[in-house]
């Protein structure tokens, strides 16, 4: 049975994964905290909490507040910078066996340009995934929201970044389809679609929004219909790979999404409920491609799409 997708066709080094599932940044560390715990080489590939051009100390807590099937964080991209991630932390992937893709965010064109090409001194980072797509940073959602601005970012680290590179959507922006497609034509590898929500929720106790920072990024099941849409919609605009991230907390969710043209899932808040969600998971789809006969995953990949984007969506996986 065959699981491994190519998350970057059009890159001459590619970016090729045992299986599907991936972690979503912020949700699974570096990686090595949970070496030991859980059997990280499963997974298909291991996504960084956000590194920003410096530290950051973030957020004020509380900075995470659990809602009906799901989770609202302010965190602030609480982080050591790109410095102590080429440094410190990258040379500790050496030998792994699954990618470990680094994710970026940035407040400044210039600053991403920065990050983007330090990181590239890191031979142990797969990949590159652009955040543009922050709603809990001042700026955070800035290049994202609009496909110029998308475009920009994106071709500029295009220039200074050697490896794939992946960029990161924002749900929130108002026309998401015009977004991918301006990233798409600039250069992006592939899609990850995407960050989180905006919303809030009020302690009644204390008579005040639950976060300190009053607004956060709502995810977990709750987002997975709304995601799922958008990754139905884009993929019949683009044709590059799309990682489908909202919700997934079983092997069924990531059916959903590959069935919606995405080529790879990421799974994120269900990491908070259980560390080894990810590693399950990758168990449960190959469950259930044996129980359904599927003998190859990129079978899947649109699936559900109508028939005439069901062939392009094919031909890429
Ligand atoms: C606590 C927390 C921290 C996160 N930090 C980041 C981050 O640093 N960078 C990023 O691009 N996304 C971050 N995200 C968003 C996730 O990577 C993912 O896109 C989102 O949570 C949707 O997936 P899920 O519903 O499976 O969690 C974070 C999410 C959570 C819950």
């Known amino acids: 049975m065959n699981l491994s997708v190519e998350l970057a066709p059009r890159h001459p080094r590619g970016l090729r994964l045992r299986n599907p599932i991936m972690t979503a940044s912020g949700t699974f560390g570096y990686g090595f905290e949970y070496v030991g715990l ?43 910078g790109v410095e102590e991630l080429v440094r410190d932390l ?9 990618p470990v893709i680094a994710n970026l965010a940035a407040e400044r064109l210039d600053e991403f340009v920065a990050a983007a090409a330090r990181l590239d001194d ?27 601005t998308a475009a920009d970012v994106t071709r500029a680290v295009r220039d200074v970044w050697s490896r794939p590179l992946i960029v990161k959507l924002t749900p929130s922006a108002p026309d998401v389809v015009a977004v991918a497609e301006a990233v798409a034509a600039s250069g992006a590898d592939a899609l990850c679609m995407g960050n989180t929500y905006m919303g809030m929720a009020i302690d009644v106790e ?11 990024g709502l995810s977990g099941p709750a987002i997975k219909p709304l995601t799922l849409h958008l990754v139905y919609r884009i993929a019949q605009a683009v044709d590059v790979p799309i990682i489908g991230a909202g919700g ?15 080529t790879a899932v990421q799974v994120g808040t269900a990491h908070f409920a259980n560390p080894a969600a990810g590693v399950e998971i990758v168990a449960g789809l190959e469950r259930w491609l044996r129980a359904h ?8 990949v649109g699936a559900a799409l109508p028939q005439r984007t ?8």
């Open 293 to 300: 006969g599927v003998g190859d995953v990129r079978e899947l």
């Open 310 to 317: 069901r062939h392009a969506a094919l031909a890429l996986a």
């Open 90 to 98: 990258a040379p500790r992937w050496a030998g792994w066996s699954v």
């Open 206 to 216: 204390r008579r005040r929004p639950a976060l300190a920072n009053v607004s956060g």
């Open 122 to 148: 890191a031979p142990t980072i797969a990949a590159l995934e652009l955040n543009v797509s922050c709603p809990n940073v001042e700026n955070g959602l800035l290049f994202g929201c609009l496909p110029e």
């Open 248 to 262: 997934v907390v079983s092997a069924e969710d990531a059916v959903e999404y590959l069935m919606a043209g995405a």
């Open 38 to 80: 859980v059997e990280i080489e499963r997974l298909g590939a291991i996504v960084t909490k956000g590194t920003t051009p410096r530290p950051r100390v973030g957020s004020p807590p509380p900075r995470v507040w659990e809602t009906p099937a799901g989770l609202l964080n302010a965190i602030g991209l609480n982080n050591g």
